[in-house]
């Protein structure tokens, strides 16, 4: 009997082919599974059905391009085993399935609460009353960061244990943002209204977010995208890395105070985010990527605009990068701080640029791709320190390999089918993964329809989730003073987090 | 008089100019020379805000290390002129009166019970512990080369004569701008412009600082800066000459090291925190040759 079925990335099955096992074999499954290095976990959720509890749980097979989809029916109120004690990269689904569901697991390491969400199914759990680790102790000190971001970015709350300028311990608590995301894609009925809330997932990854739904939406309605939309998706995902990786690092400039490198790279950010302006008339993409349609074609004038930008933006890019590398202080603050090492890293399931700076080749464009992807022969590029500097490196280095991509693309651009199919409705009862490599990491996007084709579950995975713990390691026994780097390096999002 | 009075001018001018220096130096336009005086102006016109936790310590520090400061000024002599205040071992009770405002800055930093001004405060102590001995050593040293112990009479019997003196009058500039860098809590030891608390130095001290508060601690830091600089240009001031040729160095080496400042902070990195100590005690070692030095000019040693 087969334990799973294997699909494809975008692959719409229906949701009775999925094997439903008993829970021990289900756990014994999936965490057997994730054994191999190139198996890693892209999701883990359940959804109510007829007064239970069926979880599905979604292992990706990187060397092989496939998923493997299996699922389990339990009762929500009982007491389980947990993954996490097998594998640590279980650990945030089991958190949130348990801060919603009320799933009790006996062996869970840490049932810390996800993001106290208004449907969650204890509600005296609050942040008020969350005990945070605390030290008890006469030499060591604590300190608390947030909920309000000194730049007024986004509300988290990290909370130091420090022995003087050492950190010892941080824990981050998040989930100050109360949107409701999952929830409101079920309650909104519109498509519009679904794909702006795609679009608003997380403000710098509006790209990656519409692209996964886009593909979601069309795959579950039997529609099969053709060249010229996945050609403005794969195009748009590229220029917005190329964008928040260049902002990120005048970021990273800023934070330990090289002026230049902050003004240099921030002036550089700013023509590429205008170019979706003059796109689609915003300037992160919103409006951009549409389920079965395109309303903005990529034009030959575009194409003009496009190159000319290019080739202005690369020489400048890469003068002001060599003198950023070739700067002694700013390379003493970089490297060895705020170090994963490869072990860490593979445990926590860390994804995108967390997974490639400690040499763990994880990146959908590779091993999942979609879109355009399939024609470009995608390496990722991978470092094995771990550290700030291995996060700089790969920024530039993804940024020069977009820069490629985009040349090589504009080549060749599709031409706009005028007479595209309609968008069906939805096929019923049915289940669907879409995954995306944005630019901080894997996308990953499901849904589960009901008998008329309506969304019954919708869940959303932004690559952050896996990856704040990643920062929490890599703080450990750097100065505090660190800290503002290491976090900008990483550069997660809270709102994709909190949801 | 003169002194003091080229000192309230300069540091009307001082920060205007290194942030339009740094402006300058990233490309972008920058606000007007005066913007940082006008904001200071406007700052003291409004009301400070209290927390409930604070006691008196927190009112009146901000207060009394202004008023150590604009005592201080009046120490500084300018070429044959001696300062509003001179006395022999002047230079101590200079030392030691900025000390006395830094520490009532510290336990008001402390006061407020914040976890990270009590960061800051730890790292200022520190700071200000480790340029000590370099400021000590160096007066100390000129005070055994001129035989006089103030201010005035150190830098009028100050005269450049053998290749070593150079040597030693450049090196004792070169500390000075360091220790005015450490003082003032700029680049490499600490980033003013930083929004992270958690790097900061002497801006997270002043975190809980409001209004009029607010504004004499900045209108602080200019004076401060301005009196290091008069204290380096007296190092190169000419004796005998008319008065202006002494007020165009003065202000010459004012706005020199201003840009230098303003250059440093554009195109360097802030240091990671613990290779602060380090470079600051090597200011000590400097020190150490410039008493060396002076030593070989006496002739104490072969």
């Known amino acids: 009997m087969t334990r799973s079925i294997i699909i494809k990335n975008n692959q719409t099955i229906p949701l009775r082919e999925i094997p439903v096992l008993g829970y021990d074999e289900f756990l014994e499954y999936n965490t057997s599974l994730l054994r191999e290095h190139y198996n890693h976990c892209v999701n883990y959720f359940g959804f109510p059905q007829r007064n239970e509890m069926q979880l599905i749980c979604c292992i990706a097979n990187d060397s092989e391009h496939e998923i493997f989809v299996s699922s389990s029916v339990i009762d929500a109120n009982t007491t389980q085993y947990s993954f996490t004690k097998h594998h640590l990269s279980f650990h945030i689904f089991e958190r949130e399935l348990a801060e919603i569901s009320g799933i009790n697991y006996c062996d869970h390491p840490w049932l810390k609460p996800v993001r106290f969400p208004a449907d969650r199914k204890n509600k005296n759990s609050q942040i008020i009353n969350y005990p945070f680790y605390n030290s008890h102790s006469e030499e060591l000190h604590e300190v608390g960061v947030g909920p309000i971001h000194a730049g007024v970015i986004e509300p988290g709350h990290f909370r130091f244990i420090c022995n003087g300028e050492q950190i010892l311990h941080l824990e981050i608590q998040l989930g100050f943002q109360h949107r409701g995301i999952e929830r409101l894609f079920q309650?909104?009925?519109?498509?519009?209204?679904?794909?702006?809330?795609?679009?608003?997932i997380a403000g710098d990854t509006v790209a990656g977010h519409s692209t996964a739904f886009a593909n979601l939406?069309?795959?579950?309605?039997?529609?099969?995208?053709?060249?010229?939309?996945?050609?403005?998706?794969?195009?748009?995902?590229?220029?917005?890395?190329?964008?928040?990786?260049?902002?990120?690092?005048?970021?990273?400039?800023?934070?330990?105070?090289?002026q230049l490198g902050s003004a240099v790279f921030g002036r550089l950010r700013t023509p590429i985010i205008n170019f979706f302006q003059n796109w689609c008339g915003n300037r992160l993409a919103k409006g951009l990527i549409r389920a079965g349609k395109n309303n903005f074609p990529f034009t030959y004038?575009?194409?003009?605009?496009?190159?000319?930008?290019?080739?202005?933006?690369?020489?400048?890019?890469?003068?002001?990068?060599?003198?950023?590398?070739?700067?002694?202080?700013?390379m003493a603050r970089l490297e060895k701080t705020g170090i994963v090492t490869q072990e860490q890293a593979r445990s926590i399931g860390a994804v995108g640029m967390s997974a490639k700076m400690s040499g763990i080749s994880r990146d959908i464009r590779t091993s999942h791709p979609h879109d355009f992807y399939k024609n470009i022969n995608h390496e990722p590029i991978l470092k094995k320190h771990g550290d700030v500097y291995s996060r700089t490196q790969i920024r530039k280095e993804e940024i020069l390999q977009s820069i490629k991509y985009i040349r090589?693309?504009?080549?060749?651009?599709?031409?706009?089918?005028?007479?595209?199919?309609?968008?069906?409705?939805?096929?019923?009862?049915?289940?669907?993964?879409?995954?995306?490599?944005?630019?901080?990491?894997?996308?990953?996007?499901?849904?589960?329809?009901?008998?008329?084709?309506?969304?019954?579950?919708?869940?959303?995975?932004?690559?952050?989730?896996?990856?704040?713990?990643?920062?929490?390691?890599?703080?450990?026994n750097n100065e505090i003073s660190d800290f503002p780097v290491c976090n900008k390096s990483f550069d997660l999002s809270y709102c994709g987090h909190d949801l | 008089m003169i002194s003091f009075s080229l000192i309230i001018i300069s540091s009307l001018f001082f920060s205007g100019i290194i942030i339009r220096t740094k402006c300058i130096f990233s490309g972008r336009k920058g606000p007007g020379i005066f913007q940082p005086i006008k904001d200071i102006r406007k700052l003291l016109r409004k009301g400070s805000v209290y927390s409930d936790t604070s006691s008196f310590i927190f009112k009146i520090a901000p207060t009394l290390y202004f008023s150590t400061l604009l005592t201080a000024t009046l120490f500084i002599p300018f070429g044959d002129e001696p300062g509003l205040i001179s006395f022999k071992g002047d230079f101590v009770f200079f030392a030691y009166l900025l000390a006395l405002g830094k520490f009532f800055m510290i336990i008001s930093s402390l006061d407020t019970g914040s976890s990270f001004e009590g960061m800051g405060a730890s790292r200022e102590a520190l700071y200000s512990m480790l340029v000590e001995p370099a400021f000590f050593i160096l007066m100390g040293s000129f005070a055994l080369l001129t035989g006089h112990l103030s201010f005035y009479e150190i830098f009028s019997h100050l005269h450049f004569g053998s290749y070593i003196s150079y040597a030693v009058g450049a090196l004792a500039a070169f500390v000075f701008v360091i220790i005015a860098m450490i003082e003032n809590s700029r680049m490499p030891i600490d980033d003013p412009k930083t929004h992270l608390e958690l790097t900061m130095i002497h801006e997270v001290m002043i975190l809980d600082n409001s209004g009029f508060d607010l504004g004499l601690i900045l209108y602080g830091s200019s004076l401060k800066f301005a009196m290091y600089g008069a204290i380096i240009s007296n190092f190169f001031l000419t004796r005998g000459k008319e008065w202006f040729f002494s007020v165009l160095i003065f202000a010459g080496?004012?706005?020199?090291?201003?840009?230098?400042?303003?250059?440093?902070?554009?195109?360097?990195?802030?240091?990671?925190?613990?290779?602060?100590?380090?470079?600051?005690?090597?200011?000590?070692?400097?020190?150490?040759?410039?008493f060396l030095g002076v030593l070989l000019i006496l002739g104490k040693i072969v």
């Open chain 1, 187 to 200: 309650e909104k009925k519109k498509l519009l209204q679904r794909t702006t809330l795609a679009e608003n």
């Open chain 1, 217 to 258: 939406w069309e795959s579950l309605s039997g529609f099969k995208a053709d060249d010229d939309l996945q050609f403005s998706r794969t195009l748009a995902l590229e220029l917005e890395r190329i964008a928040v990786h260049t902002g990120n690092l005048s970021a990273i400039c800023t934070d330990i105070g090289y």
């Open chain 1, 301 to 330: 004038n575009l194409r003009e605009q496009l190159t000319q930008l290019i080739n202005q933006f690369k020489p400048d890019f890469k003068e002001m990068y060599n003198e950023f590398k070739n700067l002694p202080s700013a």
């Open chain 1, 408 to 476: 090589g693309m504009m080549e060749n651009i599709p031409e706009e089918n005028k007479n595209r199919n309609r968008l069906k409705s939805p096929s019923p009862e049915s289940f669907c993964i879409s995954l995306v490599e944005g630019w901080r990491g894997e996308i990953c996007h499901c849904a589960v329809t009901d008998e008329q084709g309506e969304l019954l579950y919708y869940k959303v995975k932004d690559p952050s989730m896996h990856n704040w713990l990643a920062l929490a390691l890599a703080v450990r």
């Open chain 2, 253 to 290: 080496i004012q706005l020199l090291l201003a840009v230098i400042i303003g250059a440093i902070e554009s195109f360097m990195a802030r240091f990671r925190m613990n290779h602060n100590p380090q470079f600051i005690f090597s200011l000590t070692s400097i020190s150490l040759l410039i």
